[in-house]
């Protein structure tokens, strides 16, 4: 048994003593937020945004239609005078009509709603990339969870290897103190199975802190390994610059959005100038009294106007200016929010200082009753279970401490991802 328990201490030893990668929480964030799926969207959305543009650059460009028709009427016009006028016959017009043509049209003015028309397409790219900036700034709640989980068992493995460390101590002066009859074999039970159980507890760990890599690894697209040593990040809660969430960014942007939409709907009533001209081939041609195969064409300029369009133009900028009022309340409400949070994120701050403090005190004070407790054990003063007692009691301790001093900094990173500030 003996020969067991020693071979994990050293085994234990030569996995803490192998160098071993560090990481850290700003690396596994930016890991994260690159490697989603999400992270793509935005490039996806750049290209879409240019590819409207252009379409509606285009609105500049000529406009180029080919038509053809055939139509028969019932009916055509007769000069009325076709029997008044001696030896005179009235040109007769067919009932049919063949025509092919070319027609061709160019915008001179558009009212401004080509330029109006991209600048909405470079605003809805604003928002939808900064949509994704928020949905990828979740991802760093999950990251903080799972990295500062790891770093606490991280610290439990330390303590109780440390405990461990006690006891294979503990365990050599007993097995001489048994053979020496100074010690009864029990003691020596107890002692092997309170080994036992710490390395158990080691076991369970070790499977639990592996689980949590893995899928810290999942999350952030890394190969993290097993021994890698998470670095406590440095947390200052009262940041140089102040940054805004992706959500208040978001918000300002989609009123922008409003704005050039407001801006659009405006330059739909102004008046539209343009050219035109059409080329064509039938029969008849302009002159509808030669039924013959004849070419024309038709060229001028022309003006569209909406002068009254029952005030739908001012209906739509009441429901504009309408959602902009909504969004100002949902960045009010989001704001609003967010303060209550980080009030209850300070509050959580000052009570693990105060454990941590706290913690210090007991734990120095516990480890000057464990250091008593063994040299009363090796003096036959107390039983190996007081013993044991006594250094359960300062491992928990320094477990209490170190978990605090970890849950106090991610309090912090908790309370600067909620500002915005990482």
């Known amino acids: 048994m003996k020969y067991i328990v020693s071979m994990l201490v050293f085994c234990s030893g030569i ?9 850290e929480l700003d690396e596994c964030h930016r890991s994260a937020i690159e490697n989603h799926p999400y992270f ?15 379409n509606h650059t285009t609105n500049w460009y000529p406009s180029l239609d080919l038509n053809g028709k055939y139509t028969w009427q019932n009916e055509v016009v007769e000069l009325p005078f076709n029997d008044m006028i001696p ?47 928020v949905n990828l700034n979740q991802l760093k ?29 503990r365990l050599s002066i007993i097995e001489s103190g048994v053979r020496n009859e100074i010690f009864l074999a029990a003691d020596l039970d107890i002692m092997q199975a309170e080994i036992l159980k710490v390395n158990q507890q080691l076991a369970e760990i070790k499977i639990t802190k592996s689980s949590v890599f893995r899928m810290l690894g999942d999350l952030t697209s890394m190969d993290i390994k097993e021994n890698a040593v998470l670095e406590l990040p440095f947390s200052d809660i009262e940041p140089a610059i102040e940054v805004p969430r992706p959500e208040q960014v978001l918000f300002d942007l989609q009123i922008l959005n409003l704005d050039a939409n407001m801006e659009l709907v405006s330059k739909q009533r102004h008046p539209r100038a343009y050219v035109f001209g059409t080329f064509a081939y039938g029969n008849p041609g302009l002159n509808f009294f030669r039924d013959e195969f004849r070419g024309f064409y038709v060229v001028g300029a022309g003006l ?12 739509s900028k009441q429901d504009i200016t309408v959602q902009q009022e909504i969004i100002k309340s949902q960045k009010a409400a989001f704001d609003k929010n967010i303060t209550i949070q980080l009030d209850e994120k300070l509050a959580e701050i000052s009570k693990y200082e105060e454990a941590v403090r706290r913690d210090e005190e007991i734990v120095d004070l516990r480890a ?28 928990e301790a320094r477990i209490r401490l170190e978990t605090h001093r970890i849950q106090l900094v991610q309090a912090q990173i908790n309370y600067l991802t909620t500002k915005g500030t990482i």
């Open 304 to 315: 569209q106007w909406n002068v009254w369009d029952w005030s739908k133009t001012s209906r």
């Open 368 to 395: 000057k009753i464990s250091k008593s407790a063994a040299s009363q054990l090796e003096n036959g003063v107390i039983t190996t279970t007081d013993y044991i007692t006594e250094l359960n009691a300062e491992t």
């Open 141 to 169: 709640e999950q990251v903080n969870q799972m990295f500062f989980f790891i770093l606490a068992l991280q610290q439990q493995e330390k303590s109780m290897l440390l405990k461990l460390g006690e006891l294979e101590e």
């Open 40 to 54: 793509k969207q935005k490039g996806l959305y750049s290209q879409s945004k240019e590819l409207r543009v252009q």
């Open 15 to 23: 996995c803490l003593a192998q160098p071993a990668d560090t990481l």
């Open 87 to 133: 030896g005179f016959k009235a040109p007769f017009m067919p009932h049919y009509n063949y025509k092919l043509s070319l027609d061709i049209k160019q915008t001179l003015y558009d009212g401004g709603i080509t330029k109006s028309s991209k600048r909405v397409e470079e605003s809805t790219m604003l928002v939808n990339q900064q949509q994704v900036e």
